[in-house]
């Protein structure tokens, strides 16, 4: 932490006795790993910057679309076409300059978070997708390492503390729902999401502080009504056999692949083209050693299609959610 001027900056937060000159200097020393700059990574990018956290790396694929800044208010015109990720380290600077702000444009799949979970104090998953929630709780879970999750749709959703010594996301959500909605097809209040996303700030920032109650091993949620709510899962048990994620480039020659996309969504298809439905009693399956690898857009359907194919052989199975990277949202 810096002299007179840091001090002056973080002077309304250091009068709590539950910060102080100790836990801004923790702060200050805190390596934070946000995955998503959207708009739940917005408003918990600025409060973290704001309260003094040192180091902050931004993971962030996209880039900044005009359709979206009614959410992802940080942004503005200015900033249209670039990428989200150095669009926000660029702001973040300008916001607070004390802070080193890490800009990564990537899709955060199984290859690479492990090795940006191990290199944090504390992950953010703000990317509000199936497949990066459940990819970050594994590789959190291993690592011992905090997770703050959050997930927003139309005028709802949840904040929860996961992992570092509480239950993982998978300990309070073993299974995906039976179908998917997103931001894009069932709409999003921007400050709905706002919210939500402070909320994730407030419990990275009583985490890194080591605030009583913890914020690990609590789900808040807030709905259509304006209503909080939640409980603690402290006790919550990990599932014995879960579906892992893997990304597309661990997909190996020798794998049964196949791919649940239609042809209008991807023209190219990683493997043989198969339904959902396809799966079960009598319908295609792994040779012996083989091991199945189903691939979709988000992951929903490969969850959908390892259970069905779960139920009626005892191989590994693995889930690749492709995203955009062929095909279309």
Known sequence: ??????????????????VGPEGQARLAEARVLVVGAGGLGVPALQYLAGAGVGRITVVDPDVVE????????????????????????????????????????????????GGLVERADLVLDCADSFAVSYTLSDACLAAGRPLVSASALGLGGYAGGFCGGAPSLRAVFPDLPERAASCATAGILGPVVGLLGCLQARMALGVLLGLEPSPLGQLVTFDEA?????????????????????????IDAEDFVADLRGADEAPVAVGA?????????????????????????????AWRAARRLRADWGGEIRLVAMGDRQGRE
């Open 1 to 18: 932490m810096g002299g007179g001027d840091a001090v002056n900056r973080y002077a309304r937060q250091m009068i709590l006795p539950e």
């Open 66 to 113: 005009r359709g979206n800044l009614h959410r992802q208010v940080m942004y503005g015109d200015v900033w249209l076409g670039r990428f989200k990720a150095e669009a926000a380290a660029g702001i973040l600077r300008g916001l607070n300059p004390e802070v080193a702000v890490r800009p990564l444009v990537a899709a955060l799949d199984p290859a690479n978070a």
């Open 226 to 250: 304006m209503r909080f709510g939640g409980f603690r899962f402290d006790r919550a048990e990990e599932p014995a056999d879960p579906l892992r994620f893997a990304a597309p480039e661990e």
């Open 273 to 301: 083209r198969h339904p959902v439905d396809a799966f079960g009693p009598g319908g295609p399956r792994p040779a012996p050693g083989q091991r199945a690898v189903l691939v979709c857009r988000s992951g929903l359907r």
